[in-house]
């Protein structure tokens, strides 16, 4: 069984810095690609990064690239997304999936387990 449980979520100035954690406590945790993705309410869930099984891959929504970083360890159980240079845009609810496949994927459909979201908040 996957559960995913996020945190790291919280208020920060614009500029500054985060690390959001998403732990699995299930046992295939290393045979599945992660991802992150955000949502604002009243919009639509937006790809944010992606990392395979091994980790040796990745991916970024163009809105991040060069600001965040994916990364797993899987002896943990823990996918992290560190996030640097945060904008107020950069505002919304952020959740941790999990997918059957080692590939990574920005689809959301494509992902089978979902955490409960952290909230970030950055502010101008």
């Known amino acids: 069984q996957v559960q995913l449980v996020e945190s790291g979520g919280r208020l920060v100035q614009a500029g500054g810095s985060l690390r959001l954690s998403c732990v699995d406590s299930?046992?295939?945790?290393?045979?599945?690609?992660m991802g992150w993705f955000r949502q604002v309410p009243g919009k639509e869930r937006e790809f944010v990064a992606a990392?395979?099984?091994?980790?040796?891959?990745?991916d970024y929504a163009d809105s991040v690239k060069g600001r965040f970083t994916i990364s797993r360890d899987n002896v943990e159980n823990t996918v992290y997304l560190q996030m640097n240079s945060l904008k107020p845009e950069d505002t919304s609810v952020y959740y941790c999936?999990?997918?059957?496949?080692?590939?990574?994927?920005?689809?959301?459909?494509?992902?089978?387990?979902w955490g409960q979201g952290t909230q970030v908040t950055v502010s101008s």
């Open positions: 990392i395979s099984a091994g980790g040796g891959s990745t």
């Open positions: 999936a999990a997918r059957t496949y080692q590939t990574v994927t920005h689809y959301d459909q494509l992902y089978e387990f």
């Open positions: 299930g046992r295939t945790f290393s045979m599945r690609a």
